[in-house]
């Protein structure tokens, strides 16, 4: 749905009330930003009240000589260099690295989504997501590229 907010479908000629079709593109595509803001608030949640395993996508642990140890025969064994798997409990440090990294990607992308949805919603809940979009505003451009 996203897509078609950026680059809408052709107007057609009609009653606006049976052409809503726009409309119930941008309702998906707001009631699924905040079902996923929501599952990833519970996520969160889970991570504190969870076992050791469920903290791993939110503390990797890159000041241990071990875990890059990890990565590099993760590497070699992705690359069929290794003869061996290694035996993890729980992700490996590639993984561990990956998922956090979408962690850090999807905290972005509901940040910048809630800025956007600021600027034309009424609720004070979303005000303080409007400094964002004048974070954009006053870098000239410059974060586009990100």
Known sequence: PGYFIGKPLPS???EATYLFYM????L??????MIFTVVLLMRIYWAFVGNRYSRELF??????????????????????LAKRPSADIGHNPI????M??????????????????SEHSQYAIFAPFRYVVEFFYWTGGALKAV
Do not use: C, D, N
């Open 12 to 14: 057609v000629s009609g």
């Open 23 to 26: 409309g119930y593109i941008r």
């Open 28 to 33: 998906i595509h707001f009631s699924a930003g």
């Open 59 to 80: 503390i990797v642990p890159v000041w241990r000589k071990s875990w890059w140890q990890g990565v590099w025969y993760e590497i070699r064994w992705y690359l069929f």
């Open 95 to 98: 993984a561990q690295a990956a």
């Open 100 to 117: 956090f990294g979408y962690f850090l990607m999807s905290v972005f992308m509901i940040i910048t989504g809630f800025a956007l949805y």
